[in-house]
């Protein structure tokens, strides 16, 4: 019993984490079996201690503004029961980021503790993702010469989609080099060792957007450690050299037909057919929020929406749900309000960060900064709000992120 109150939040961030272990058990979009094993996860905490003092929260306030934005559509939505569907996840995120902040407020914790953990999963993932390249050495030794052409689409590990595991993994990333940073001499060999794994897998699967986040997230790291951190360069070494490890083996597996990292980011061009038609969906959002800019057509109901711009594009092109940009999709869907609300939660969050970071020169924050930083990118490309397993992240750095803000402030009082 002890055990169990002392560490009641590190166990319920575990918990809730621990839904990537389970399968889709027969439906047709494993995330749907997410959001329902996240929705149960709170019963199990419901004697959880209230406090609602993190209402003085400014991020806290914008997120209930939006989220009231969410249920005000029910009086518009073009389709009631998608919208119902739709504000039930919301309000899975809702109920988790209460709890989870009453537990963070009700006992002290370690950010180092927390760090664990994300790491652990973390390397769960990258491991589940090369699992097709550690059953090729099993079956065929180190032999990479035969290797024809890399399969990406195999790499996908347990997030049943390789953009969706690379974003994953940088979003996970700061918190293990945190780790490093953080650990002695022995433990820092090890973590080390850890962090050889996640940065192959991004480097083999090769996504642009993760490989630009992480590339952000290195620089920003050697910055900020060269000019207020030098003590603790062998860290920066540490990590550098497991990731130059992972840059040369991904390399050496690379058949000289395909694109390596290096030259997959010089690439990169701003085309619509690079960027997998996005500038076309992006053009689509914009339209329908110029004809409806301040009542959308209900949250979640942008999948329905969207399909009437396709009709002219091509039978033979499967219809896209997501505009490919969060903050679009929820002005398509809540009007221009609820759109800016949503992209100032994450302006305010990015801003505290640095602002925290700055006052108490903590690298705690540096890592909060980096990792939002990369949800932020992937919530411009993509639709990671659809996705529980990068919500999962979403929810723990919002939450950290509200209780620091509140902390400052109370000792600023």
């Not at 996240?38 to 419901?46: H, M």
């Not at 709890?99 to 002290?108: A, G, N, T, V």
């Not at 794994?197 to 290195?218: G, Y």
């Not at 700055?358 to 659809?386: G, Y």
Request: aromatic share 20%.
């Amino acid at each position: 019993m002890y055990f169990w109150v002392m560490n009641k939040l590190y166990i319920f961030i575990f918990l809730i984490f621990s839904i990537t272990f389970f399968p889709s058990f027969g439906a047709l979009d494993k995330g749907n079996t997410h959001w329902f094993l996240l929705s149960l996860t709170p019963l199990f905490f419901y004697k959880a201690p209230l406090n609602f003092s993190f209402l003085k929260s400014k991020i806290f306030l914008v997120y209930i503004f939006f989220i009231a934005q969410v249920i005000l559509s029910l009086l518009y939505t073009n389709n009631f029961s998608i919208s119902v569907v739709d504000l039930s996840r919301h309000l899975i995120l809702f109920v988790s980021l209460c709890l989870l902040l009453f537990l963070l407020h009700s006992r002290k914790f370690s950010f180092y503790n927390i760090s664990l953990i994300i790491s652990f999963f973390l390397l769960y993932e990258s491991i589940a993702s090369l699992s097709p390249l550690f059953n090729f050495i099993f079956d065929n030794g180190f032999d990479f010469s035969i290797i024809s052409s890399i399969q990406v689409d195999s790499l996908k590990g347990v997030m049943g989609n390789r953009n969706i595991t690379t974003a994953s993994l940088v979003i996970k990333l700061p918190f293990l080099f945190y780790l490093i940073y953080q650990s002695k001499f022995v433990l820092k060999i090890f973590f080390s060792f850890c962090s050889f794994f996640p940065p192959l897998s991004l480097f083999l699967i090769n996504s642009r957007a993760a490989l630009l986040s992480f590339l952000f997230s290195i620089v920003v790291f050697l910055i900020i450690i060269f000019i207020s951190h030098i003590k603790k360069v062998s860290s920066l070494i540490f990590f550098l050299l497991a990731l130059l490890l992972s840059f040369l083996f991904a390399n050496s597996l690379i058949p000289e037909s395909n694109l390596d990292t290096s030259e997959r980011i010089s690439t990169i061009n701003f085309t619509n057919e690079s960027s997998s038609q996005r500038f076309f969906l992006w053009e689509n959002a914009f339209d329908y929020i110029s004809q409806n800019p301040f009542i959308g057509c209900g949250i979640g109901n942008w999948k329905v929406e969207s399909a009437a711009y396709w009709g002219s594009y091509g039978h033979k092109y499967l219809v896209p749900f997501h505009a490919h940009n969060d903050f679009l999709e929820f002005t398509t869907e809540l009007g221009i309000i609820g759109g800016l609300s949503y992209l100032l939660l994450f302006l305010f969050i990015l801003y505290n960060s640095l602002k925290l970071y700055i006052k108490s020169k903590d690298f705690k924050f540096v890592i909060l900064f980096t990792s939002f930083t990369a949800i932020f990118v992937d919530s411009l490309l993509n639709f990671p709000f659809e996705r529980p397993l990068i919500q999962l992240m979403f929810l723990l750095l919002l939450a950290l992120n509200i209780h620091y803000d509140y902390s400052n402030d109370k000792k600023q009082a």
